[in-house]
């Protein structure tokens, strides 16, 4: 599959955070983020680590003081009903901003007794029929890149070196191409959940005749359908990418395991994402040839998936130095220690910085800067 071309350094993306910090007087910022009292709601999505996984007050704090100390304007809404109540009522409307821009930053939580798949396209979609810009991708990739089987199915077809992957849903048990054939080494997740939710010591398994009870299992204990992929053992690597609307892709960056740093078998759990200082991302040591690779297969994936704005993109480097897509973020962590901003520190930006570019970039790429 032919990539578009993209740069690789930081200047033009220096140059997106100059221009939105000159016009940011005139623009006001939307974030709608889930508090962890949602779960009193919904109190099946702590099977999810629904509450565990909501940004914390002292990372919307900053992000909040990056946006205001260049003097736009920031309203938090604490889920899409709040957000969607200010629309209707029409406290957005009354906002004495010339640009309104929404970003989603809401969570999962995609199982019986907690929210249904497709959440992430509620927010685009509203957004467009209230003439707001929303700084995430549209609603179709919002959906498809919540649901692993399908965009790795697509990508497939289309080229791109993704693992094998098979779909177990509870009620249907396998999804039309089948189970994984006999002795292939594969690795079970949730089809919905960022976070590695759903992922541990036990995920990662040779298939043999119990193979259906195991995936059973682990569906009934995150109460949704699980993903399963061939395995891929080897460094895990991730890439953000920003359009703004020019390419711009990030250095790649390694995930470091705490407690597996040098086992390359070892897979990120939720209990990876939760502990202090449990997973790291120095940048990837790599030749030329395979980092421009890894940027090629990720433009190459951001484009078939239609993805806009900012994306992030990880795979599996195996022993021959050949990546493998496994995984697509539409709305990528970017707290300090996320993986995206470990990338975009090294072309230069300051934390600040880099979450005024995750909207700059947006307003750019719709020529509102």
């Not at 569906?219 to 992929?229: K, L, P, R, S």
């Not at 994936?301 to 539409?330: I, K, Q, T, Y």
Request: proline residues 5%; negative net charge; contains cysteine.
């Amino acid at each position: 599959m032919v990539s578009r071309s993209f740069s690789v350094d930081g200047t033009s993306l220096h140059e997106v955070e100059r221009r939105f910090s000159k016009r940011a007087r005139e623009v006001a910022i939307l974030l709608v983020y889930d508090r962890p009292d949602r779960i009193n709601e919904r109190p099946k999505l702590a099977r999810s680590f629904f509450a565990e996984r909501c940004v914390s007050d002292d990372q919307l704090a900053r992000m909040i003081e990056a946006y205001r100390s260049v003097g736009a304007y920031v309203e938090l809404f604490e889920g899409e009903k709040p957000f969607i109540e200010a629309l209707t009522n029409g406290h957005i409307a009354s906002i004495a901003r010339p640009v309104k821009l929404v970003y989603d930053g809401s969570e999962g939580g995609v199982l019986p007794g907690g929210f249904k798949p497709g959440r992430k396209s509620l927010i685009p979609v509203v957004a467009d029929a209230y003439g707001l810009t929303c700084a995430n991708s549209n609603a179709y990739a919002c959906a498809i890149g919540r649901h692993k089987f399908h965009y790795a199915t697509l990508l497939r077809s289309l080229g791109i070196h993704c693992p094998r992957t098979w779909h177990f849903r509870p009620n249907q048990t396998w999804a039309a191409n089948g189970r994984p054939p006999l002795g292939v080494r594969v690795i079970a997740k949730s089809t919905f959940e960022s976070w590695s939710v759903g992922i541990s010591a036990d995920s990662v398994f040779v298939v043999d005749n119990t193979c259906d009870d195991r995936v059973r299992e682990i569906a009934e204990q995150i109460g949704q359908a699980v993903t399963v992929q061939e395995f891929i053992g080897g460094r895990e690597v991730s890439v953000p990418l920003f359009a703004c609307p020019h390419l711009v892709v990030g250095p790649p960056v390694q995930a470091l395991l705490a407690r597996a740093s040098v086992d390359p078998d070892a897979v990120v759990t939720i209990e990876d994402h939760l502990a202090e200082d449990g997973v790291s991302y120095p940048q990837f040591d790599s030749d030329t040839a395979l980092t421009v690779r890894l940027q090629q297969d990720t433009v190459a994936a951001f484009d078939a998936l239609e993805l806009e704005h900012f994306a992030r993109l990880d795979f599996r480097v195996d022993a021959s130095d050949c990546p493998w897509l496994f995984d697509v973020a539409v709305s990528p962590g970017i707290s300090c220690r996320s993986a995206a901003y470990s990338s975009l520190s090294h072309l230069d930006l300051a934390y600040p910085e880099f979450l005024r570019v995750v909207i700059g970039a947006t307003l750019a790429a719709d020529g509102l800067i």
